[in-house]
């Protein structure tokens, strides 16, 4: 029996570990480079060159090491596997049919040698800081608006007086159309009875109105809206800017151009 020599067979003419060899140093890589590309590992690809059978695994492992190690270097695979099957001995193929019922063994295609870097992909490491710090600032999101959505609502109570509870529809009065007497309007002798008054703001103006009871209807700077009133009339009226404004008497609108100097009004106003 005869041991292959590592020595005298990679050196033969026309074998395939000379050809993988001379692919591999024509193609400028290390078996390092290599072995890194195809998963196999450093010595198995060093013994394919040297056509050293023992170092190799088991001759279908071994021989599916020497055609991805051909293609990888760009030679023709079914030359290079023609030329494994003659070169490996047969002593090796007896043993590797033997073994075939023996458990597997791990042969070392997905290793790597002890001494190999492990790489990381920069753009990976990025990534993944951002997705990081994407998930903290959803979840601060989330937080603060559930905060937010758990605090009672401060309700707001408005304070409503007793005239301007009193409001609703407008009592029909047979009255004279109104008109200007002097300073005051006077439609008829004045009445104990309730009167009505609307204000319509189309902008802010500040408007106060007391009756004759001395109660205050509304008085200061009102923002743009509709203001029902009520009371005991006559009612004093003082208006700043007019233009910003109408006013009606039991739903009959007042004229405040014959009141006004400069846009604005003081007067009396009597049903």
């Known amino acids: 029996m005869t041991t292959p020599s590592s020595n005298t067979q990679s050196n033969a003419q026309g074998s395939f570990g000379a050809m993988l060899q001379q692919a591999r140093k024509t193609k400028q890589v290390s078996l390092d480079e290599a072995a890194a590309e195809l998963f196999i590992l450093k010595r198995h690809l060093?013994?394919?060159?040297?056509?050293?059978?023992?170092?190799?695994?088991?001759a279908a492992f071994a021989?599916?090491?020497a055609i991805n190690y051909a293609k990888y270097l760009g030679l023709d695979s079914a030359k290079i596997a023609n030329s494994f099957d003659a070169a490996y001995p047969n002593e090796l193929k007896a043993k590797s049919v033997n073994n075939i019922d023996t458990p597997l063994q791990p042969m070392g295609t997905l290793q790597r040698d002890t001494n190999s870097r492990i790489r990381f992909n920069p753009l990976l490491i990025i990534g993944v800081i951002a997705l990081i710090i994407l998930a903290v600032f959803l979840f601060r999101m989330v937080s603060n608006a559930s905060k937010e959505n758990n605090q009672e609502p401060v309700s707001t109570v408005e304070d409503i007086s007793?005239?301007?509870?009193?409001?609703?529809?407008?009592?029909s009065n047979d009255t004279d159309s109104v008109g200007a007497s002097g300073s005051a309007l006077n439609l008829g002798d004045a009445s104990t009875e309730t009167a009505f008054l609307n204000v319509n703001l189309?902008?802010?103006?500040?408007v106060t109105i007391t009756d004759a009871s001395g109660n205050t209807l509304i008085s200061g700077a009102q923002t743009a809206g509709s203001y029902d009133l009520s009371g005991t009339p006559p009612f004093?009226?003082?208006i700043?800017?007019?233009?910003?404004?109408?006013?009606?008497?039991n739903q009959e609108s007042v004229d405040l151009?014959?009141?006004?100097?400069?846009k604005q009004a003081d007067f009396e106003l009597t049903p």
């Open 202 to 206: 189309t902008d802010d103006a500040v």
């Open 236 to 238: 004093s009226v003082q």
């Open 240 to 249: 700043d800017n007019i233009d910003n404004l109408s006013l009606m008497l």
């Open 162 to 171: 007793a005239i301007e509870q009193a409001q609703g529809a407008a009592i």
């Open 63 to 65: 021989r599916g090491f």
């Open 257 to 262: 151009d014959a009141y006004a100097t400069d």
């Open 46 to 58: 060093e013994a394919l060159e040297n056509e050293n059978f023992a170092e190799l695994p088991q």
